[in-house]
Nanobody
Framework: QVQLVESGGGLVQPGGSLRLSCAAS????????MHWYRQAPGKQRELVAS???????KYADSVKGRFTISRDNAKKTVYLQMNSLKPEDTAVYYC???????????WGQGTLVTVSS
């Protein structure tokens, strides 16, 4: 089975930085685009960033210029570097792979990021 495990969340001050990691297993990692979502309290889960199999990245407008998604296929890991963090970035962040036509849809357990002074 496919498993995604996030790590790296925690409490940071506004303006600070944090790097999230998502380690994948049970899949041919390099075959799939990977995504980071987040869900703040009382809000819908939203797509934050995506990275293609070739490393091309896309971002939500709210994080563009501050966050960077990247992947290391050899390590089967996708990262989210978060800089200039704001209180509104506070959320549980989830790693995701979404390829339903190939029977591959998986979510990590989530890692909590709290931005507060």
């Amino acid at each position: 089975q496919v498993q995604l495990v996030e790590s790296g969340g925690g409490l940071v001050q506004p303006g600070g930085s944090l790097r999230l990691s998502c380690a994948a297993s049970g899949m041919i990692f390099s075959f799939y685009a990977m995504h980071w979502y987040r869900q703040a309290p009382g809000k819908q889960r939203e797509l934050v960033a995506s990275v293609t199999t070739r490393g091309t990245a896309k971002y939500a407008d709210s994080v563009k210029g501050r966050f960077t998604i990247s992947r290391d296929n050899a390590k089967k890991t996708v990262y989210l570097q978060m800089n200039s963090l704001k209180p509104e970035d506070t959320a549980v962040y989830y790693c995701n792979v979404n390829a339903p036509a190939e029977g591959l849809v998986a979510w990590g357990q989530g890692t909590l990021v709290t931005v507060s002074s």
